[in-house]
Nanobody, 115 residues
């Protein structure tokens, strides 16, 4: 069983930065594709960033150039560095691990961008 624990959310002013972390348990992390999703109130959950097992990355157009996803296989951890944050980035951010038929989610961490 895989468990994912996110941290690093909080309140930040527009233009500020935050770094989210997601620590995974288990032995499959290094083989898995890791994703960050977010869900704003009243909205559907959307994919923000992806990093596969070879560290190839992909981003939603809305965050491209501002967010960076990275991974540390030695620590079983994936990160999301968020710069130049905007009020529309406000959401609960979820870490997701996808491997074979398995699909695992963290509990989410709130990010609020407001002055």
């Amino acid at each position: 069983q895989v468990q994912l624990v996110e941290s690093g959310g909080g309140l930040v002013q527009p233009g500020g930065s935050l770094r989210l972390s997601c620590a995974a348990s288990g032995m499959i992390f290094r083989f898995a594709t890791m994703n960050w999703y977010r869900q704003a109130p009243g909205e559907q959950r959307e994919l923000v960033a992806t990093i596969d097992s070879t560290s190839i990355t992909n981003y939603a157009n809305s965050v491209k150039g501002r967010f960076t996803i990275s991974r540390d296989n030695a620590k079983n951890t994936v990160y999301l560095q968020m710069n130049r944050l905007k009020p529309e980035d406000t959401a609960v951010y979820y870490c997701n691990l996808a491997y074979g038929l398995g699909n695992y989610w963290g509990q989410g961490t709130q990010v609020t961008v407001s002055s």
